[in-house]
Nanobody, 115 residues
Framework: VQLVESGGGLVQPGGSLRLSCTASGFDFSRRGMSWYRQAPGKERELAAY????????NYADSVKGRFTISRDDSKNTVYLQMNSLKPEDTAIYYC?????????WGQGTQVTVSS
């Protein structure tokens, strides 16, 4: 199993970024996926979750209305569209698998929101 995130970077407050996580080595379309984030000095927290086939989504209250999680099963990729970014969104963002015998994480992508 391999998860490769991309799309992070430096953005000004109010800006947007789209993160991608491309998966391999398992039956991606049959598995829920999520984006977690970890800010400096804080614990890793769930940002957004999408079920298999994209039939349902859930968001942390802190990102609801600003972030959108989606998936393209033809590309084995899950996305996180982040709009109206705030400095407190600064973190390393990780994608994570669900429903496999063990949990897999990507290597993370850094998102920095600063003027």
């Amino acid at each position: 199993v391999q998860l490769v995130e991309s799309g992070g970077g430096l953005v000004q407050p109010g800006g947007s970024l789209r993160l991608s996580c491309t998966a391999s080595g398992f039956d991606f379309s049959r598995r829920g996926m999520s984006w977690y984030r970890q800010a400096p000095g804080k614990e890793r927290e769930l940002a957004a979750y999408i079920s298999q086939f994209g039939s349902s989504t859930n968001y942390a209250d802190s990102v609801k209305g600003r972030f959108t999680i989606s998936r393209d099963d033809s590309k084995n990729t899950v996305y996180l569209q982040m709009n109206s970014l705030k400095p407190e969104d600064t973190a390393i963002y990780y994608c994570r698998t669900y429903g496999l015998p063990r949990t897999y994480w990507g290597q993370g992508t850094q998102v920095t929101v600063s003027s």
